[in-house]
């Protein structure tokens, strides 16, 4: 019998050659299989679907019934075709839709960290990013007919400005400012029109600073992070004379 395996999802062209076949039917396991050709010496069969492991194929003619041998099935490897998106951000939550053959079952990480999944088929699977450092990681695929990878790279998030307090202050600077917003850690820097501030305190959601001096009027106070820049508006004000 040739070959003497296949895979779950049956399929597999087999081959059985012996004596006095002619006229014979073919089961594995107990399952029928279809017979595509016959002769008396040698019968070509598809192998039915059927569970991992090891079964008998059985080849009975009107003489009786003999054992061709026996027949192993293995789960089929997975293989991933597509990541989308294949991006995402190091905080993590990304929706991210894979796709590919015999994912039925599987498990995934992201660069060796477990992803949550969401949705699982055998040619697609909805995961949830787990948090990870900037750059490209592997997703593997795993299920217990083997292991399929992808890429995905981690950016760093862009910040973004929501609000600075107090949006205006004196010419000769001094003022403490905080800036509210996301993603603001790791400030590189802030400027106030170009002129660089002293960050005093910087956290994901704020950051405090003082104002440099500068030209009565309104400038743009530019938040610089490893994943960009956001920016608000600060007006400068002469100082009150008494």
Same mark, same amino acid.
């Given at each position: 019998m040739s070959p003497a395996s296949g895979t779950t999802e049956g399929g597999t062209a087999v081959t059985i050659t012996g004596t006095n076949l002619g006229g014979a039917s073919v089961s594995f396991g107990g399952a029928a299989a279809k017979v595509s050709a016959d002769s008396g010496t040698q019968i070509t069969v598809t192998s039915p679907a059927a569970s991992a492991g090891r079964v008998t194929v059985t080849v009975t003619t009107a003489g009786g019934s003999v054992s061709a041998g026996t027949f192993t099935y293995a789960t089929p490897a997975p293989a991933v075709?597509?990541?989308?998106?294949?991006?995402?951000? +190091?905080? /993590? =939550? %990304?929706?991210?839709?894979?796709?590919?053959?015999?994912?039925?079952?599987?498990? *995934? &990480?992201?660069?060796?960290?477990?992803?949550?999944?969401?949705?699982d088929s055998g040619t697609q699977i909805t995961v949830t990013s787990p948090p990870g450092s900037a750059g490209a990681v592997s997703v593997t695929v795993t +299920?217990? /007919? =083997? %292991?399929?990878?992808?890429?995905?790279?981690?950016?760093?998030?862009?910040?973004? *400005? &929501?609000?600075?307090?107090?949006?205006?202050g004196s010419t000769q600077g001094g003022t403490t400012v905080t800036i509210s917003g996301t993603n603001l850690a790791g400030a590189t820097s802030v400027t106030f029109g170009g002129v660089a501030a002293k960050i005093a305190a910087d956290s994901g959601t704020q950051i405090t600073v003082t104002s440099p001096p500068g030209t009565a009027g309104t400038v743009t106070v530019t938040v610089t992070t490893a994943g960009g820049t956001a920016s608000a508006s600060f007006a400068y004000t002469p100082p009150v004379i008494n």
């Open positions: 075709t597509g990541l989308s998106p294949s991006s995402g951000t +190091t905080a /993590g =939550g %990304t929706a991210v839709t894979i796709t590919g053959t015999n994912l039925g079952g599987a498990t *995934v &990480s992201f660069g060796g960290a477990a992803a949550k999944i969401a949705a +299920t217990p /007919g =083997g %292991t399929s990878s992808g890429n995905f790279t981690y950016v760093i998030p862009a910040p973004a *400005v &929501s609000a600075i307090s107090p949006s205006s």
